[in-house]
Nanobody, 120 residues
Framework: QVQLQESGPGLVEPSQTLSLTCTVS??????????WSWIRQPPGKELEWMGA???????YYRPDIKNRTSISRDTSKNQFTLQLSSVSPEDTGLYYC????????????WGQGTQVTVSS
C-alpha cells in the first residue's frame, strides 16, 4: 500500500519560505513511470498543480510560481520537498503531495493534506 504524508509548519510569516516534505512509503520515488507532485487548494478555489519531480530527478513547475518554487528529493529517506519563497497570504491553503502515473497522467495516491496559513 502506497502512502504519502505531508509534514511542515502550519503557519508561515509573509515574505518567508514555506517548506513542506512528503514522506512516501510502499513505493520508491525513483521507480520509473511515476512523478511526484505538489498540489494546493486555496480557500474557496480549485485545486492547482504547483510542480513535480520525476523519477530521474527532473523538475517541473507551474509557470506563474516557477521563480519562487523549488522541489527536491532525498532518495535515502524516500522524501520529496517543496520550497516556496516570498510567500504572501495568497499562498494560504491546503497543500497535498500526490503520485502521478506518467503514461496516464493520473493521480493514483494522495497525502491527506496539510493546512498552511501565511500570516504575521
Amino acid at each position: 500500500q502506497v502512502q504519502l504524508q505531508e509534514s511542515g509548519p502550519g503557519l508561515v510569516e509573509p515574505s518567508q519560505t514555506l517548506s513542506l516534505t512528503c514522506t512516501v512509503s510502499g513505493a520508491s520515488i525513483t521507480t520509473n513511470s511515476y512523478y511526484w507532485s505538489w498540489i494546493r487548494q486555496p480557500p474557496g478555489k480549485e485545486l492547482e498543480w504547483m510542480g513535480a519531480i520525476g523519477y530521474s530527478g527532473s523538475t517541473y513547475y507551474r509557470p506563474d510560481i516557477k521563480n519562487r518554487t523549488s522541489i527536491s528529493r532525498d532518495t535515502s529517506k524516500n522524501q520529496f520537498t517543496l520550497q516556496l519563497s516570498s510567500v504572501s497570504p495568497e499562498d494560504t491553503g491546503l497543500y497535498y503531495c500526490a503520485r502521478v502515473v506518467v503514461d496516464a497522467y493520473e493521480y493514483d495516491y494522495w497525502g491527506q493534506g496539510t493546512q498552511v496559513t501565511v500570516s504575521s
